[in-house]
């Protein structure tokens, strides 16, 4: 087993088999500092993972998603599980399209305890937003362990060298 293949296991360990999880994620906003600097811009969203990529429900009109729309560039971080890493964003659109019956099936089963109070999905802004996991680290055994983590070419990155 590789150390990227380990990595995948661990991954799937911390935050997958259907959890809810609870992530930062943050974007680019649109607007810049006084000095010209780009700004993050960083909140939490619950997110669902599977094979690479977190979902997350929300409103297609949100700050994130207009931030997203400009510059897909985004980073995460899961809270309490030292699994951080970079992404691409993409809104697949409203949650009732048949293409995303069943990953919404999936969204709703793993935000069961808030799924009906915070979406709306009679409204078409009511989406999924995918984060195409690009690298990633993982800390394992408080530090016993790191996984630098490329995604893209599915390999295992350089120390040091990942962000």
Not at 69 to 78: D, G, L, R, T
Not at 113 to 137: G, K, M, V
Request: charged share 25%; with cysteine; glycine share 8%.
């Amino acid at each position: 087993m590789t150390k990227y293949e380990r990595g995948l296991e661990l991954i799937e360990e911390k935050v997958g088999g259907g959890k809810d999880n609870v992530i930062s994620l943050a974007t680019i906003a649109k607007s810049v500092s006084p000095e010209g600097n780009p700004r993050p811009f960083s909140r939490e969203v619950d997110a669902f993972y599977e094979d690479g990529v977190f979902y997350v429900t929300t409103w297609g009109l949100s700050s994130k998603m207009q931030q997203i729309a400009q510059n897909p560039e985004v980073s995460f971080s899961v809270f309490n599980q030292w699994f951080s890493g970079n992404g691409i964003g993409k809104n697949l659109g409203w949650v009732m399209k048949p293409e995303n019956a069943v990953l919404r099936e999936k969204l709703r089963t793993a935000f069961a305890a808030w799924y009906e109070y915070a979406n709306n999905e009679s409204d078409e802004n009511c989406c999924i937003l995918a984060i195409h996991i690009t690298r990633a680290t993982i800390n394992h055994n408080h530090g016993a362990e790191f996984f630098h983590m490329d995604f893209v070419n599915k390999t295992e990155g350089e120390e040091g060298r990942i962000f």
